[in-house]
């Protein structure tokens, strides 16, 4: 049986600019929570290493973890990310449950 999806949801804000702030999502399969925080960091770590290097960013792992960029000058606040698992984006939800694209 495969992994459940896990979604890690991390603070972000842009250094120098005081009140641009987000979240920044990650998804793909984990066997816990504390395991999706850790591969998200892993694979934010990864695209910032690359970035930094001049490389293309990795992307598209087996387990479904991936970025598809890396933008400099925003901070990640890895203490306050948070994990669930995935049911359905909770960044296309609205009110009503209905979905936003």
């Given at each position: 049986?495969p992994?459940p999806y896990?979604e890690?949801?991390?603070p972000?804000?842009?250094?120098?600019q005081?009140?641009l702030n987000?979240?920044h999502?990650?998804?793909?399969?984990?066997?816990?929570r504390?395991?999706?925080?850790?591969?998200?960091?892993?694979?934010y770590?990864?695209?910032?290493?690359?970035?930094?290097a001049?490389?293309?960013?990795?992307?598209?792992?087996?387990?479904?973890?991936?970025?598809?960029g890396?933008?400099?000058?925003w901070?990640?606040?890895w203490?306050?990310?948070?994990?669930?698992?995935?049911?359905?984006?909770?960044w296309t939800?609205t009110d009503?449950g209905?979905?936003?694209?």
């Open positions: 049986m992994l896990f890690v949801d991390v972000i804000h842009r250094t120098g005081p009140g987000g979240v999502i990650f998804t793909g399969r984990a066997d816990s504390s395991a999706a925080v850790r591969i998200a960091h892993e694979v770590d990864a695209a910032r290493a690359a970035a930094a001049g490389r293309e960013i990795p992307h598209g792992r087996p387990d479904g973890w991936g970025a598809c890396y933008r400099p000058g901070e990640l606040d203490p306050a990310a948070t994990a669930d698992r995935w049911n359905n984006p909770s939800r009503d209905d979905f936003e694209m």
